[in-house]
């Protein structure tokens, strides 16, 4: 019920907010709104002052939010604020709102009379001003005069008792006629309201630790359940990494298998030498010697043998008019002459690299895998040609195959790849690195 002086009253106290101020410890500021509690007759307990902070309002307006409903409080609570809540115009706000939430919980019919408004209003030893002593002279005038059993009602006894104990109880009853079970007790007993509060507040703070220790216990169970989770996700996925890698790790040693198996067992249409190494005159010769080179071959002997004495002496580009020479006698040759015209292209690849012309040396090694998809020097070479060109997953690429080849020119292939993966690396591609690396 709303006092004229902005008082309110809930069935039995009267709270009033007097004032608001800033405190500080150590480091926390906050700020202290003095309510003033006005307790019933029968406590014989003039007003006294209680301490209450911004966050305890607001736990208080929860809890009567979480049991009587958010509709039920008709006035805005004032919200939180995470900066410039110590203002003065943020406190005098607040300490206005706060007194209108007061009012509109106590003309409640229910949540006025409630324990949780009663115990937020009762006094706290150690955290609010003491108590003032008992009117001595209130009391005996009290007492002197008497009563008739219809102006004291007997709920109000026995709430009186259960908030304050057997002995405000005991006192009221005997200043009333007729009632048996309360007569005999003096009516100057002192009323026992610090106990009682003692009490209450013990009750409070172990049903508050309770709560966190709840708490605690479910977050710490949630937190177990999700490492556990994301444990079995993380073994999950590598278990699937670890068997994709092995899959592809068969069917790249199985091709590389093939492959092996394929140099080894030439078409048996070409008679021609199957080596991988360069095709030289002296090599290529029949056993009859050079000077049978032209006929079997159709390719002079001193075009390669000069375009060679070019490529030691670091002429590359006359290397690579001699070997273009040889390659052009032999655009008509049979079939069996392919592994020829593979080394030559690979020769002249080779020139064009050290000429500074990469994307026709590439072209050359193209050429000479389509002769022999298997040529560890033509992947190789165009590897390094797609490297000068910045094409760097297409070299690696090639120095990967190369490698799976397990030719002479293994280790080059690892070295090739090595440097292709830093630069991938360093462009941000490494992920294309790892997911395409096979060796």
Same mark, same amino acid.
């Given at each position: ?11 039995? +106290?009267?709270?009033?907010? %007097? ?10 500021? &906050?700020?202290?709104?003095?309510? !003033? ?15 209450? @902070? ?30 410039? /809540? ?33 115990? +937020? ?17 209130? !009391?005996?005038?009290?007492?002197? $005069? ?9 709920? #109000?006894?026995?709430?009186?008792? %259960? @908030? ?57 169970? $949630? ?29 790249? !040693? ?19 030498? $199957?080596?991988? /190494?360069?095709? #030289? ?30 490529? #030691? ?9 001699? &070997? ?67 094409? +760097?997953?297409?070299? &690696?690429?090639? +120095? $990967? ?39």
């Amino acid at each position: 019920m709303a006092q004229k002086d902005g008082s309110v009253q809930n069935e039995t +106290f009267v709270a009033r907010i %007097k004032d608001a101020v800033p405190v500080a410890e150590g480091k926390k500021k &906050f700020t202290v709104y003095l309510t !003033e509690v006005t307790p019933p007759w029968f406590y014989n307990v003039p007003s006294y002052t209680v301490h209450r @902070r911004y966050r305890e309002f607001l736990m208080l307006y929860k809890d009567l939010c979480g049991m009587f409903g958010k509709g039920e409080i008709t006035v805005a609570f004032p919200k939180k604020k995470a900066l410039g /809540s110590m203002g003065a115009a943020t406190v005098s706000h607040r300490k206005a709102a706060l007194q209108q939430f007061f009012e509109a919980v106590a003309a409640h019919e229910k949540m006025g009379k409630h324990k949780l408004m009663q115990d +937020f209003l009762a006094h706290r030893p150690g955290a609010d001003p003491p108590k003032p002593a008992p009117s001595v002279k209130k !009391e005996r005038a009290r007492t002197a $005069q008497p009563q008739s059993k219809e102006d004291v009602d007997e709920k #109000t006894i026995v709430a009186g008792s %259960k @908030r304050q104990g057997a002995a405000a109880a005991m006192r009221v009853a005997a200043a009333t006629p007729g009632m048996k079970s309360a007569a005999a007790a003096p009516t100057n007993q002192p009323p026992v309201h610090d106990d009682v509060d003692a009490d209450a507040d013990a009750r409070t703070a172990a049903k508050t630790e309770a709560k966190k220790k709840a708490k605690a216990t479910a977050e710490a169970e $949630q937190a177990r359940a999700k490492a556990e989770a994301a444990r079995k996700s993380k073994a999950e996925a590598e278990k699937k990494k670890a068997e994709t890698e092995r899959k592809q790790k068969e069917a790249d !040693e199985r091709r590389a298998t093939e492959a092996r198996k394929a140099a080894a067992n030439p078409p048996a249409k070409s008679t021609a030498p $199957q080596a991988t /190494s360069v095709v #030289t005159p002296a090599a290529a010769a029949p056993a009859g010697g050079a000077a049978d080179w032209p006929t079997l071959a159709g390719v002079p002997a001193r075009l390669v043998k000069e375009a060679e004495r070019c490529l #030691t002496d670091g002429n590359f580009g006359g290397a690579a008019e001699g &070997f273009d020479e040889a390659i052009s006698s032999l655009e008509d040759a049979e079939p069996k002459f392919d592994v020829v015209r593979c080394d030559l292209y690979v020769k002249r690849a080779d020139c064009l690299l050290h000429d500074g012309q990469p994307r026709q040396a590439a072209e050359d090694c193209t050429k000479a895998l389509a002769l022999n998809p298997i040529h560890h020097e033509a992947l190789l070479r165009r590897g390094r040609a797609m490297q000068q060109r910045e094409k +760097f997953q297409d070299a &690696f690429t090639d +120095f $990967q195959q190369c490698v799976l080849l397990k030719a002479s020119n293994e280790r080059a292939g690892r070295h090739g790849m090595q440097e292709v993966s830093k630069m991938l690396e360093q462009m941000g591609e490494g992920s294309w690195v790892r997911k395409n690396r096979r060796v």
